[in-house]
Structure formats: structure tokens, C-alpha cells
């Protein structure tokens, strides 16, 4: 079914829902074909979308994927305490052989704590003036363990990582050159699967127009991908952006990155026999058990300030200290 051309209503006065909820459907089912990533990332968009059909063929015999995640244990507005961590998970021959949940690392962050924040990443190149934040924490050891997956990958390996493949802008280039290097030299093809992309046409959610259009063209359940963008260096660690859908019974199609030197069409139909659990199906199932795995849940968080109150203890820090400065204030008023 085509999308209804759009209508052009009378304009309400500004700063009201109507008017945003106007904007909106102006946007989601408009005729603007211009690409783009609300991101900011140095893409470069195909001229037109060519949608492909998608065979599936069989999943590789070594199968890895990551995923980080991250909690806020303690907030003072002015210093923070945060937890990440990034979990591994290996499928051999289509069994999981391993769950790993990863080092739960601890960073305090805050005004005149990045240089100590900087130096726990570890990380060569790292410019002396970058502020720290939580992406940057999970970022960059996310990356440390895609890294240490490929180099215990066997040859042949599909490496699946959760989001792009182009990391936290702070972090040097150079790692992710190596890091695919590695991967080329090893036999080993480096996918990053996005849930929710930016990427848009004419500033509506590009996937979902992608969606309908396959639909029409191919039928209801076909498996169906199509290149979308590339990085501007097309070699070395240059990247190729496509969408794809990877099931026949998946609700969404997914943006999937991929090395430049990868050939496209064998990684998708083996990333496609990984997609079809029956809990979300479209979505590589070892992503999913990845995601659980990182997960910081309550109970984590919890358990982690606990700790912080018994090292507090023996440091002398008084109740009423650490009250006046963790304090949620509005958890408290809202509970009347």
C-alpha cells in the first residue's frame, strides 16, 4: 500500500501539540528523498536505494557477539559514580559455549576527574583535553572485548556487536583500523546490527519507509537488504552501511554495518540464519543473550551502592554526608 500523500492543514498557533503533531505527520509521510544521520556521522548515501531480495544460507560453524552496558550507582549532580561493563557471548556449531558477563568497571566522574577517568581507559592516543562520559566508558571497552573476540575467533567467525561499527568519536581512529585489519587478516567478518537507527529520508525514520516499500515490491514476507552508505575511506577501516530485513515473520529490518571489503550478500544470508528466534525474529539471537548479559539491572545497581556504603564506612564518611550529597530529592517528593 503507498503512503497517502500528505495534506496541508491550516497552521495552529506555535508551541502546542497540534502544531508538533502536525510537524510530524508532515515529516513521516512526505516525498523529501534526501538522506541523512541525525548523528552527525561522516556517511556518504547512495544516490538511490536499490532494494535486493535476501537468500538465507547457513550460520557459521563460530559465532561471537558483544554488548555493554551501564548503570548510574550514585548522583551528586557535581560527581558521579558509574558502572559499565560489556558481556561476550559465543555460539559454536549453534550452541552457546560461553557467557561471559565482562568486569564491572567503577569510574567516578565529575569536574577535575577526567584526568583519572582518561588514564583507567587505557587507551594510546587518547587527546589529554576529551571530557569522560558513559558512552566513552562503554564505548571503549566494548571495543576492547569485540578485539579480544576476534582474536580468539576461528577463521570464518561472524563477530556481531550491538549498534554501528563506527566508535565514540573521542576514541583514535586507529583502533578501529586495527581492529578490522586483524579481523581481514584473521578470515573474520565484523558485523554491527542498530535496534533503533537514525538514519532518515527526508527527516522520517528511513527504515520504516524502506519496510512499506519492500513490501510492495517484493511481498509481505520476503527477507529483503539494500546498501544505504558508506565511510568516505573506502578501505582500511572504511565501512558499508546497509538495511536489511532478516526474517520472513520480523516485524522491522535492521541497519547492519559491514567492513568495506566484505562481500555483502554471503554475511547477510549467514546473519539471517541467526535471526530467526521465535522471541524476536529478524534480530541475531546472540545479540540478545549478549544484551541480557550486560544488562545492569536494579538489583545490580543495588547491590554495587551497598559496597560503596561499607568502603565509606571504613573511610569515615559520615550517613549524613553521603545523604546530603546522593540524595534523590525528587524520588522523595514524589512520593507524596
Known amino acids: 500500500m503507498a503512503l497517502a500523500e500528505p495534506t496541508t492543514p491550516p497552521s495552529p498557533r506555535g508551541g502546542t501539540v497540534e502544531t508538533a503533531a502536525l510537524r510530524l505527520a508532515t515529516l513521516l509521510t512526505g516525498r523529501d528523498r534526501s538522506l541523512a544521520d541525525s548523528t552527525g556521522r561522516d556517511l556518504v548515501f547512495e544516490s538511490t536505494i536499490a532494494l535486493q531480495p535476501l537468500a538465507r544460507t547457513s550460520a557459521p560453524g563460530d559465532v561471537w557477539a558483544i554488548d555493554g552496558g551501564q548503570s548510574m550507582v550514585a548522583d551528586a549532580r557535581c560527581l558521579q559514580l558509574l558502572v559499565t561493563r560489556a558481556s561476550r557471548v559465543r555460539f559454536r556449531a549453534g550452541r552457546c559455549v560461553l557467557e561471559e558477563e565482562g568486569e564491572l568497571r567503577a569510574a567516578v566522574l565529575g569536574l577535575g576527574e577526567d584526568s583519572a577517568a582518561r588514564a583507567a581507559l587505557q587507551l594510546p592516543g587518547l587527546r589529554d583535553d576529551c571530557a569522560v562520559d558513559a558512552n566513552l566508558l562503554r564505548d571503549r571497552w566494548e571495543w576492547h572485548a569485540v578485539e579480544q573476540a576476534v582474536e580468539e575467533a576461528e577463521p570464518g567467525a561472524l563477530v556481531l556487536v550491538d549498534g554501528d561499527l563506527q566508535p565514540d568519536w573521542r576514541i583514535p581512529s586507529g583502533l578501529l583500523a586495527r581492529l578490522l585489519t586483524l579481523a581481514s587478516e584473521r578470515g573474520v567478518v565484523v558485523a554491527g546490527i542498530t535496534k533503533h537507527?537514525?538514519?532518515?529520508?527526508?527527516?522520517?525514520?528511513?527504515?520504516?519507509?524502506?519496510?512499506?516499500?519492500?513490501?510492495?515490491?517484493?511481498?509481505?514476507?520476503?527477507?529483503?537488504?539494500?546498501?544505504?552508505?558508506?565511510?568516505?575511506?573506502?578501505?582500511?577501516?572504511?565501512?558499508?552501511?546497509?538495511?536489511?530485513?532478516?526474517?520472513?515473520?520480523?516485524?522491522?529490518?535492521?541497519?547492519?554495518?559491514?567492513?568495506?571489503?566484505?562481500?555483502?550478500?554471503?554475511?547477510?544470508?549467514?546473519?539471517?540464519?541467526?535471526?530467526?528466534?521465535?522471541?524476536?525474529?529478524?534480530?541475531?539471537y546472540p545479540l540478545t543473550v549478549a544484551d541480557r548479559l550486560a544488562a545492569c539491572p536494579g538489583w545490580l545497581k543495588q547491590e554495587v551502592r551497598m559496597q560503596l556504603d561499607d568502603h565509606f564506612d571504613r573511610a569515615g564518611v559520615p550517613p549524613e554526608v553521603r545523604e546530603r550529597a546522593f540524595a534523590d530529592r525528587h524520588a522523595q517528593m514524589e512520593r507524596f
Open 197 to 284: 537507527s537514525s538514519l532518515s529520508r527526508g527527516g522520517a525514520p528511513l527504515l520504516g519507509q524502506l519496510e512499506v516499500e519492500a513490501a510492495e515490491l517484493f511481498g509481505p514476507r520476503a527477507m529483503w537488504w539494500a546498501p544505504v552508505a558508506r565511510t568516505r575511506n573506502d578501505v582500511g577501516s572504511g565501512l558499508q552501511v546497509v538495511a536489511a530485513r532478516l526474517d520472513p515473520d520480523a516485524r522491522f529490518a535492521f541497519r547492519i554495518d559491514l567492513p568495506a571489503d566484505v562481500d555483502v550478500e554471503p554475511a547477510l544470508g549467514a546473519l539471517s540464519a541467526l535471526s530467526d528466534d521465535a522471541a524476536f525474529p529478524g534480530y541475531p
